[in-house]
């Protein structure tokens, strides 16, 4: 079975620069999570999207921001990046109709480090 | 504050021996998932409940989510060294996103 795709999977960026995360979530899925997941910590949600439209917001700091494209598959877009932005990022999907709304499948993830 | 308290934190036991892992709310959810991570991977979903009472079993692996939904648990019967890693529930509530617990490290030995 398809699963969420994330790419790339793993980063290394330099103080301030910036750095574009990809999502493809599982096909005919509607909804897109970001989580981003310190050592040690459990997933921090970041943002959703529902059908291409910001569905919630969580603890997304304002040098990041994501959006869904006509074909589903997010992007999470980060700028002036910081050592704390280092972490394991998650994108995870689910759909509306059918099975249990609240079951969200996960991508492997990007590990984003920040030299 | 966190909303789901998973105990307990850190597990290590011998092949063969049974474990039960606790997440408690004082919420109520519409649902509760486990989720199954290894280290530098995605959480991989193992259950979803969503009647309170239910019992749900996978393998070795059993799952109940509490009578009133605030509550849950989760049971491995004769635990393998493949059982290793990160387990984290996880409550929904509607569509809103997902409340996690801390995690529960799961460390079986040969």
Not at chain 1, 25 to 46: A, C, E, N, S
Not at chain 2, 71 to 96: E, V
Request: proline share 6%; with cysteine.
């Amino acid at each position: 079975a398809a699963g969420v795709i994330q790419s790339p999977r793993h980063l290394i960026k330099e103080k301030r620069e910036t750095a574009t995360l990809k999502c493809y979530p599982i096909p005919r899925h509607d909804t897109v999570y970001w989580y981003q997941q310190g050592p040690g910590q459990d997933p921090q949600f970041l943002i959703s999207f529902y059908e291409k439209m910001q569905s919630d917001k969580g603890s997304i700091p304002d040098r990041f921001s994501a959006q869904q494209f006509s074909d589903y598959h997010s992007e999470l877009n980060m700028s002036s990046l910081e050592l704390g932005d280092s972490a394991l990022y998650f994108c995870a999907s689910r759909i509306l109709a059918g099975g249990s709304p609240d079951t969200q499948y996960f991508g492997p993830g990007t590990r984003l480090t920040v030299l | 504050t966190q909303l789901l308290e998973q105990s307990p934190q850190f597990l290590s036991i011998q092949e063969g021996e049974n474990l039960t892992v606790y997440c408690n709310s004082s919420s109520v959810f519409s649902s509760l998932q486990w989720y199954r991570q290894e280290p530098g991977e995605g959480p991989v979903l193992l259950v979803t409940v969503v009647t309170g009472g239910e019992v749900k079993k996978l393998k070795r692996l059993t799952f109940q989510f509490g009578d009133a939904r605030k509550d849950s648990s989760l049971h491995i019967t004769a635990a393998q060294p493949g059982d290793t890693g990160l387990y984290l529930c996880a409550g929904g509530r509607g569509y809103s996103t997902l409340t996690f617990g801390k995690g529960t490290m799961l460390l079986v030995s040969p």
